[in-house]
């Protein structure tokens, strides 16, 4: 390794470094991407989406309702958390949060844990996830992970299922159980995602996971990181759609145009302002040895 480059240039020069769904998209999606965010850690002063304030607006809101639900949940008073909404100022907040504590009720009964975060090793790396939910009928032996999806724009069934949240983390909430419910096995048939959406609250997707899903998975996410980890600096190439590029704060970079593209179209695509971005609190994640 050359001493005086101040980024790593390959993945072998990151040990170990921890995937979360957000960094496996991005490969995914663009390994130029990939490379210039988790490598180089490079900060490229451009917008996501356009119109800038809309997008600035909605990633407020998203974080907040966030927030309010781990709140909420948390067992926080309603009526001071329904306090705070009302001051915020946000328009779509009042309707989110009032779709919310509908779905209280139901979010109450098992054991319940907001914002659960478990980190878990594979091969010289390690895979993450935050769970904004997990709810687990001990009777039942089987869990819901919850996701909150703030997007005003519903995206397609089907662009959900191909995307890697979908199957990671069903497939590390079976990996690791739940050691902080009294050690809690699960079974991958007893896991099921739900992405719920405060704008349109009646109408959440849901994935139930089984033993064939998570040995694909699997296979899936060692060939994934193995594939990153072979890469030379040259072969973190540019995606060939470059719809992708709208969306990319490195698309001038990469000379794949200025403009952003429009908050509506992106919504219907990708995670809502907000949600992909959140952070984590990496000591604060439990990691399973196996």
């Keep these: 390794m050359d001493k005086s480059r101040s980024h790593p240039e390959t993945l072998r020069e990151v040990q170990p470094f921890t995937f979360s ?33 809309e997008n600035e607006r909605l990633t407020r809101a998203g974080e907040r309702f966030h927030n309010l639900a781990r709140q909420a949940l948390l067992g926080v008073s309603l009526d001071a958390l329904h306090e705070s909404v009302l001051a915020s100022g946000e328009s779509n907040l009042p ?18 844990r907001p914002e659960y975060s478990v980190s878990v090793p594979m091969g010289e790396h390690r895979l993450l996830a935050k769970f904004d939910l997990v709810q687990y009928f001990a009777t039942e ?24 949240q979908t199957h990671l983390y069903p497939y590390l909430l079976a990996r690791t159980g739940l050691p ?69 704060v490195y698309r001038s970079l990469c000379e794949r145009g200025i403009q952003a593209g429009s908050l509506e179209e992106m919504e219907g695509d990708i995670d809502a302002p907000g949600e992909s971005s959140l952070d984590l609190n990496f000591d604060q994640i439990g990691e399973i040895a196996f």
């Design 95 to 112: 309707l989110w949060w009032q779709h919310f504590l509908q779905l209280i009720p139901l979010l109450q009964v098992g054991e319940c």
């Design 141 to 164: 032996q089987r869990a819901v992970i919850w996701d909150w999806k703030t997007s005003l724009h519903r995206p397609p069934r089907a662009r959900l299922e191909k995307r890697w």
């Design 180 to 248: 902080r419910l009294g050690n809690a096995s699960l079974t991958p048939s007893g896991i099921e995602m739900v992405y719920w959406f405060p704008h349109t609250p009646d109408q959440p997707e849901r994935f139930l996971y089984s033993e064939e899903q998570f040995q694909r998975d699997e296979e899936s996410l060692q060939a994934i990181l193995a594939e990153i980890n072979r890469r030379q600096p040259s072969q973190f190439e540019q995606t060939a759609n470059e719809r992708h590029c709208h969306f990319c």
């Design 21 to 53: 769904q957000s960094s496996l998209q991005d490969f995914s999606d663009c390994p130029r991407r990939f490379q210039l965010r988790y490598l180089f850690q490079l900060s490229w002063p451009a917008p996501i989406a356009e119109p800038i304030q």
